[in-house]
Nanobody, 122 residues
Framework: QVQLVESGGGLVQAGDSLRLSCAASGRTFSVNAMGWFRQPPGKEREFVARMARSGESAYAASVKGRFTISRDNANAWNTLSLQMNGLKPEDTAVYYC??????????????WGQGTQVTVSS
C-alpha cells in the first residue's frame, strides 16, 4: 500500500500563487508515476499534472505554463509538489495527489490522498 497526504490548500485571490505538497509513504519503491487530479465543484475529477519515475512530466492544457510539478528527490518518491501560479477562479477545486505502479499514470490511479481544497476568488 501507498499512503498519500496532501497539504497547502487554501483561499487565495485571482493571480496569486499557491504550492501544494504531497507526502508519500509505504511501498513507494513500487511507484512509477505520481501526479495531481482535481475535482471542481459540481464537476467530474480531472487530470492536472503527472510525473514519471524518469522525471518526465505532463500537464493538462488548462494549467500548462502556470503549474509546475516537482519532487524533492530524483531517486525516490518522498514529497511531490505542485506550484500553482497565476491562479484563476476556474482553478477552484479539491486537489488530489495520486500514485500508480504503472510507468504512465492511468486515468483512474489506484492510490489517492484525501484531497486539499483550493479556492480562488475573483
Amino acid at each position: 500500500q501507498v499512503q498519500l497526504v496532501e497539504s497547502g490548500g487554501g483561499l487565495v485571490q485571482a493571480g496569486d500563487s499557491l504550492r501544494l505538497s504531497c507526502a508519500a509513504s509505504g511501498r513507494t519503491f513500487s511507484v512509477n508515476a505520481m501526479g495531481w487530479f482535481r475535482q471542481p465543484p459540481g464537476k467530474e475529477r480531472e487530470f492536472v499534472a503527472r510525473m514519471a519515475r524518469s522525471g518526465e512530466s505532463a500537464y493538462a492544457a488548462s494549467v500548462k505554463g502556470r503549474f509546475t510539478i516537482s519532487r524533492d528527490n530524483a531517486n525516490a518518491w518522498n514529497t511531490l509538489s505542485l506550484q500553482m501560479n497565476g491562479l484563476k477562479p476556474e482553478d477552484t477545486a479539491v486537489y488530489y495527489c495520486v500514485a500508480a505502479q504503472t510507468s504512465v499514470l492511468p486515468g483512474n490511479p489506484p492510490y489517492w490522498g484525501q484531497g486539499t481544497q483550493v479556492t480562488v476568488s475573483s
